[in-house]
């Protein structure tokens, strides 16, 4: 009997597609891990009647990135420079965290805080020379030609 190749190819995509969503999902959900197990135990089987040469190992886990609750993707920089415009000083990451926090809900938790105080410095280190300059330490921000 023939085989179709290329749905073979096209299902092994697939299969290995929903074999790093469920990797994925075990790594975040612990507590549905033993289902989740068995489901990719039952994708590997699959793949494996397919295709017996495959190797489900080389299939790395998907991670799923969870944004935080006050800024969509690309907003977080602009806030942080509409914080530092009418600043007096040069200002930390905690203090742009907190002005940016403050009225704002849901109120963070102490973990969000962290989360969101590490994305200040990631994106403030990124352009740092650039609009933003940061000295001593722990850094202090401010705009380039700012007021000091």
Known sequence: MP???ILSKQALHTLSQ?????AG??????????????????????????DPAFNARAISA???NQGNPWFKRGTLYRAILDVLRPAEGPMTADDICK????GRSPAATRAQENNLQAAILAALRKRNGGAVIGDGRP?????????D
């Open 62 to 64: 998907k991670r799923r």
């Open 25 to 50: 999902k075990i790594d975040g959900n612990r507590k549905a891990g033993e289902t989740l197990r068995a489901q990719m135990i039952q994708v590997e089987a699959v793949m494996k009647m397919l």
């Open 3 to 5: 085989r179709a190749e």
């Open 99 to 102: 002005a940016l926090l403050s």
């Open 18 to 22: 929903l074999h790093a969503e469920l």
């Open 139 to 147: 850094q202090r921000w401010r705009l380039k030609g700012g007021r």
